[in-house]
């Protein structure tokens, strides 16, 4: 397996409380990999520095074995990490190309001006969406019109285009109904296959056994433990997570 991802001894406090502690963890291409556990583990923490928006006050960050020091989101996805968030980071009056280039638009010159390559952009955005089977309507169609399962999946399929070592999602399926969030599920397994590392954030631990390699249970700002999906149960995993098992 290679290490796409690993966080050794990260710390994180915010005064006197420590939301992270000396936690170390790797995450490894062409799986997924669950995070799991109460209010106040620290999951959403790690998921913030590994993404850039937070910095660490100690330890060590490599992506394939490079040491990183992420000040902000644009490093870390420089650095090939895409994430997903829970809120998905979408503008809803801009349509589905607009928002997969958002922030990284293509333009082309013609003298001393720059006008956007939209053709271009429309054309590699499609190329995308079907390639993971998302059934969107139009790619010009604004994303505020578009069904909730349709939203994650642009945002999925944007951290795809520009994700090329790591995606992160915080809750992917948190506000979906049953339909749409099989077919998000699905869109994950797509993702392993294409060799990224998949780290998921979530409180659904059915979710963790249908799509998940390994689980990482964090509890009190630690990783307490880290279990194989096929050989880990429902029950001991709320035992890890409620600590009343080790």
């Known amino acids: 397996m290679v290490i796409a991802l690993e966080v050794k001894n990260v710390s994180k406090s915010y005064g006197g409380v420590f939301a992270l502690q000396n936690t170390s963890v790797k995450f490894n291409s ?29 330890g060590e960050i490599q ?11 644009y490093e870390a996805r420089q650095a090939g990490i895409e994430t997903v968030h829970q809120d998905l980071a979408l503008a809803n009056n801009l349509n589905v190309t607009e928002n997969m280039f958002l922030g990284r638009e293509k333009v082309f010159k013609i003298l001393p001006f720059n006008f956007l390559s939209k053709k271009v952009m429309e054309a590699e955005a499609a190329e995308v969406i079907a390639s993971l089977s998302v059934n969107v309507p139009s790619m010009r169609k604004p994303v505020e019109l578009l069904s909730g399962g349709q939203r994650q999946a642009i945002a999925i399929a944007r951290a795809t285009t520009w994700g090329n070592q790591v995606v992160l999602m915080d809750e992917p399926t948190a506000a979906l109904g049953v339909t749409e969030t099989l077919r998000v599920e699905e869109l994950i397994q797509k993702l392993r296959k294409s060799e990224l590392a998949v780290v998921i954030v979530t409180h659904n631990l059915s979710q963790v056994f249908r799509v998940s390699d390994n689980v990482v249970v964090m509890r009190q700002g630690k990783v307490t433990a880290l279990r194989k999906t096929s050989e880990t149960t429902g029950d001991e995993l709320i035992g890890l997570i409620t600590g009343l098992k080790s």
Request: proline share 5%; aromatic share 4%; charged share 20%.
């Open 30 to 58: 062409g799986t997924v990999t669950a995070i799991v556990g109460d209010n106040g583990a620290g999951k959403s923490t790690l998921l913030k520095i590994l993404c850039g928006a937070v910095l660490p006050d100690a």
């Open 63 to 73: 992506v394939k074995g490079e040491k990183f020091e992420f000040r902000n989101p």
